[in-house]
């Protein structure tokens, strides 16, 4: 099997063999029951070592796509109907999305307490000085590493923003882009997103909605020069957009030279093992805004997010509201930066999707 490695990417090589080999995986190229090429022969293939092919396989394993036998080799064991239709993962109209996640969802204590004690014993007095106003340099850092290699999302910590959760994060959006703007939003939509805006005095319309997104005739009719959407799992309706439907929104802001803001709150727990494509991913025009939290990839009590701005407007927020001092102490930021960068972050998404799989 011929698999490019690129040495000058950011990802490590394992990474990239296990993203190749996750790909043909889910589009059937490699279907239930077969095997994948041995290790040493894979590895000779790619120029690398068998302990990097080892340790791709190992993650192939750990998110259920594939099965070690002893002696025998590697076998997929993930096929399509290991994926659920968006209709059965329906929150109730009247449940705030905050407090879908169960008990069994957030991080183990076991976890999270260690990561603490790590923190305390490596960071001392350090967490207590004062936070830089976007958040530390670790966790910013830490935050382009995890993007990069699971989101194909290729920002630098200057693009990104702490704070203390999307409701403070959507005060900073309509702060950045003018609060003399219409902003239009999804129909129906998670209510407090409208809350926050129209307390900042910006104007809202609601656009309707199809089982694809957001329709084309709404988004052709409003005069909106900001969209806020959250394309993975719409909140309260389940909706997730098409790829089709995402170019559409790109389209249309780019032919508006308005701003999108992506809210990706739940994407992550695709049981697909893929994530789909973010907006701000497809965006050849850098316009638009993505903004995600810890409150469920974690625990509800992490009120942390993070927000990143396309070049174009990072300098613009410096100028107008850098001035903003961020709002999670620096334990949690540190706490945060540890997690993701121990792996633990990413260990308990790949258990939560292992656990959802089972119950569908």
Same mark, same amino acid.
């Given at each position: 099997?011929?698999?490019?490695?690129?040495?000058?990417?950011?990802?490590?090589?394992?990474?990239?063999?296990?993203?190749?080999?996750?790909?043909?995986?889910?589009?059937?190229?490699?279907?239930?029951?077969?095997?994948?090429?041995?290790?040493?022969?894979?590895?000779?293939?790619?120029?690398?070592?068998?302990?990097?092919?080892?340790?791709?396989?190992?993650?192939?394993?750990?998110?259920?796509?594939?099965?070690?036998?002893?002696?025998?080799?590697?076998?997929?064991?993930?096929?399509?109907?290991?994926?659920?239709?968006?209709?059965?993962?329906?929150?109730?109209?009247?449940?705030?999305?905050?407090?879908?996640?169960?008990?069994?969802?957030?991080?183990?204590?076991?976890?999270?307490?260690?990561?603490?004690?790590?923190?305390?014993?490596?960071?001392?007095?350090?967490?207590?000085?004062?936070?830089?106003?976007?958040?530390?340099?670790?966790?910013?850092?830490?935050?382009?590493?995890?993007?990069?290699?699971?989101?194909?999302?290729?920002?630098?910590?200057?693009?990104?923003?702490?704070?203390?959760?999307?409701?403070?994060?959507?005060?900073?959006?309509?702060?950045?882009?003018?609060?003399?703007?219409?902003?239009?939003?999804?129909?129906?939509?998670?209510?407090?997103?409208?809350?926050?805006?129209?307390?900042?005095?910006?104007?809202?319309?609601?656009?309707?909605?199809?089982?694809?997104?957001?329709?084309?005739?709404?988004?052709?009719?409003?005069?909106?020069?900001?969209?806020?959407?959250?394309?993975?799992?719409?909140?309260?309706?389940?909706?997730?957009?098409?790829?089709?439907?995402?170019?559409?929104?790109?389209?249309?802001?780019?032919?508006?030279?308005?701003?999108?803001?992506?809210?990706?709150?739940?994407?992550?727990?695709? *049981?697909?093992?893929?994530?789909?494509?973010?907006?701000?991913?497809?965006?050849?025009?850098?316009?638009?805004?993505?903004?995600?939290?810890?409150?469920?990839?974690?625990?509800?009590?992490?009120?942390?997010?993070?927000?990143? *701005?396309?070049?174009?407007?990072?300098?613009?927020?410096?100028?107008?509201?850098?001035?903003?001092?961020?709002?999670?102490?620096?334990?949690?930021?540190?706490?945060?930066?540890?997690?993701?960068?121990?792996?633990?972050?990413?260990?308990?998404?790949?258990?939560?999707?292992?656990?959802?799989?089972?119950?569908?």
């Amino acid at each position: 099997m011929q698999l490019h490695i690129d040495h000058s990417s950011r990802n490590p090589a394992y990474i990239q063999i296990y993203q190749t080999l996750r790909s043909k995986i889910v589009s059937g190229a490699f279907p239930c029951g077969s095997k994948l090429p041995s290790k040493r022969s894979l590895a000779a293939d790619c120029g690398v070592s068998v302990a990097t092919v080892e340790h791709a396989y190992a993650v192939l394993c750990e998110e259920d796509y594939c099965k070690t036998r002893e002696r025998s080799g590697c076998y997929v064991i993930y096929s399509p109907e290991t994926s659920f239709p968006t209709s059965e993962i329906l929150p109730s109209e009247h449940t705030d999305s905050a407090e879908t996640v169960s008990e069994s969802e957030t991080i183990p204590f076991s976890s999270f307490a260690a990561g603490i004690r790590r923190v305390l014993s490596d960071c001392g007095e350090k967490i207590l000085k004062k936070s830089p106003n976007n958040g530390c340099i670790e966790l910013r850092e830490a935050i382009c590493r995890y993007l990069a290699r699971s989101r194909n999302i290729e920002v630098s910590p200057k693009q990104i923003i702490i704070g203390s959760g999307a409701e403070y994060l959507y005060g900073l959006c309509i702060q950045l882009l003018g609060n003399d703007k219409t902003i239009a939003l999804e129909n129906p939509s998670y209510e407090k997103i409208r809350s926050v805006y129209t307390a900042n005095g910006a104007v809202c319309e609601m656009l309707g909605m199809d089982a694809e997104g957001i329709r084309i005739d709404e988004l052709e009719r409003t005069s909106a020069a900001v969209l806020h959407v959250t394309p993975f799992n719409s909140f309260p309706s389940g909706i997730t957009a098409s790829a089709q439907r995402r170019k559409e929104y790109i389209k249309w802001a780019a032919s508006r030279n308005a701003v999108i803001i992506e809210d990706d709150y739940d994407s992550e727990f695709t *049981l697909t093992g893929i994530a789909p494509e973010t907006l701000f991913s497809m965006s050849e025009s850098g316009n638009v805004i993505y903004i995600n939290t810890f409150s469920k990839t974690i625990a509800p009590s992490i009120r942390a997010g993070y927000m990143l *701005l396309p070049n174009c407007l990072a300098d613009l927020y410096e100028h107008k509201i850098g001035f903003y001092s961020c709002t999670v102490p620096m334990l949690e930021q540190y706490f945060l930066a540890d997690l993701i960068d121990s792996g633990d972050f990413e260990r308990n998404i790949n258990r939560i999707r292992h656990r959802r799989r089972e119950q569908n």
